[in-house]
């Protein structure tokens, strides 16, 4: 798996959001390499010190999370898989 975690890791930007459809369209790239790529959308497991939950999204192989080192479920509520 290691040969799709630059293509489905964020795209290089200092402290800037992601777009959505940046991810849709890597995790659609992947999928027409034959991976069994998916994007995932979630919220904080906990809401911040204003009281809010901030949404993330994130690709998923086989239900394993690319581009991060620690199970998204720890620290997020996944809400769908697209």
Do not use: C, K
Not at 51 to 59: F, V
């Amino acid at each position: 798996m290691d040969g799709v975690h630059g293509l489905a890791a964020p795209a290089p930007r200092a402290r800037t959001r992601f777009l959505p459809g940046d991810l849709a369209a890597r995790a659609a790239a992947l999928r027409a390499a034959g991976w069994p790529a998916q994007l995932a959308i979630g919220a904080d497991s906990v809401p911040d010190q204003t009281g809010t939950r901030h949404l993330h999204a994130w690709i998923e192989i086989n239900n394993t999370p690319i581009g991060t080192s620690l199970p998204t479920d720890t620290y997020l509520t996944p809400l769908t898989h697209f």
